[in-house]
């Protein structure tokens, strides 16, 4: 069954807007999750994280937004930029291995 | 270049055959996994070691596959009897733990299997 899940499969957004890319997870044994990023070809590069006892990690243009009642999280990018195009991957951890949504591919504009 | 590292990037083997891939990590990282990834999909966890001691297995991993870290450094994953359903992206992750606190995985370019 999938314990998390990215719910929109494409994103479009005009460079220098801001990208908002959702996740809902159903196992509240998860205190840990991270964005990755995945270009065709390429391996997840690892974005950002964020620990179930915060709600909120910013680095840079990015941040991850935890809702723990909802079991819900968030990635905001700001500005977008065209080198942000490419498949965005949320994942949970409860100890040692990761489970992965089916990704939100990421269009940005010029 | 200190990423972690995989071997071949690219296989295309026949039905039936046996394939093995090699997964090289950070060095400095007492964790690897391995990972599959399917088209339209997000990874799907397989199995990890830390140091050379396997610890967990999915019910993904059937009795076709083996991994191995032999010294607790690179890891092999053999598949044995290939079947088209096989084809997928395999990829491998580290990390570091310590003191029980966690880490970010880091992930290899991966190998593209595709079985004809």
């Known amino acids: 069954d999938q314990q998390v899940k990215q719910n929109s499969p494409s994103l479009s957004v005009q460079e220098g807007r801001i990208s908002i890319l959702n996740c809902d997870y159903t196992n509240s044994m998860f205190d840990y999750f991270l964005w990755y990023k995945k270009y065709p070809a390429e391996g997840p590069t690892f974005l950002i994280s964020?620990?179930?006892?915060?709600d909120k990690n910013e680095d840079g243009r990015f941040t991850v937004f935890l809702n723990k009642s909802a079991k819900h999280l968030s990635l905001h990018i700001v500005p977008s930029q065209p080198g942000d195009s490419a498949v965005y991957f949320c994942?949970?951890?409860?100890?040692?291995?990761?489970?992965f949504g089916a990704g939100t591919t990421v269009t940005v504009r010029a | 270049d200190t990423g972690v590292s995989q071997d071949p990037r690219h296989k295309i083997t026949k039905r039936g055959q046996n394939v093995t891939f090699r997964c090289d990590p950070i060095s400095e990282h007492n964790r690897l996994y391995w990972y599959r990834q399917t088209l339209g999909q997000g990874p799907e966890f397989l199995t990890y070691?830390?140091?050379?001691?396997?610890?967990?297995k999915s019910r993904l991993l059937s009795d076709r596959f083996s991994a191995e870290r032999p010294k607790g450094s690179f890891s092999t994953l053999e598949i044995q009897r290939t079947e088209q359903g096989d084809s997928a992206m395999y990829l491998c992750?580290?990390?570091?733990?310590?003191?029980?606190?966690?880490?970010?995985?880091?992930f290899g370019p991966g190998t593209r299997l595709t079985v004809l």
């Open positions: 070691f830390q140091n050379e001691a396997q610890l967990e």
């Open positions: 994942a949970a951890s409860d100890d040692y291995k990761l489970s």
């Open positions: 964020i620990s179930s006892i915060k």
């Open positions: 992750a580290s990390s570091r733990i310590r003191g029980g606190i966690y880490n970010e995985q880091f």
